[in-house]
């Protein structure tokens, strides 16, 4: 699930202004239905983790989920009931689940994942806005010029 490579800088941090190998995964934001349920646990499901799996399972994103991804997820829903059955140890395995999860807004910015909303165009990314994106250089003798002037 995660991308490979660095994240993308702020468009003033650039060095190199091509476009990116890496292309953004555009999702309408519409609720994802078409999720498992959680399995059945001979102890039960804590109820903090079935209103995360609630969360997670219907992210806009899931439609994009294989079969070994939604196992993932539930691999994760298990670290989850640990968590909050009250085992701190299974904080930080958690958070780096996640994160590759996509759950929070800067995880799937890292996923390279960018909501839409339904009949809205696709974003235009910065290297598809032509020149305007490009920043004008100025040039040395105009400035010299208004010096003199």
């Not at 959680?38 to 294989?66: D, F, I, N, Y």
Request: charged share 30%.
């Amino acid at each position: 699930m995660p991308v490979s490579g660095r994240k993308p800088k702020p468009e003033a941090q650039r060095r190199n202004r091509v476009q990116s190998p890496i292309d953004w995964a555009v999702v309408p934001n519409t609720p994802h239905s078409g999720g498992p349920r959680l399995p059945r646990r001979e102890q039960g499901w804590p109820a903090a983790t079935k209103r995360w799996w609630t969360a997670v399972s219907t992210m806009p994103h899931c439609r994009l989920w294989s079969d070994s991804d939604w196992t993932f997820a539930i691999d994760t829903a298990m670290v989850a009931a640990a968590f909050h059955g009250g085992d701190m140890r299974a904080a930080a395995e958690l958070r780096q689940r996640e994160k590759v999860l996509g759950t929070t807004l800067d995880a799937r910015r890292d996923l390279r994942i960018r909501y839409v909303e339904p009949g809205a165009p696709a974003p235009a990314d910065e290297e598809d806005q032509g020149e305007e994106a490009v920043p004008r250089v100025a040039s040395l003798d105009d400035y010299r010029a208004s010096l003199d002037g």
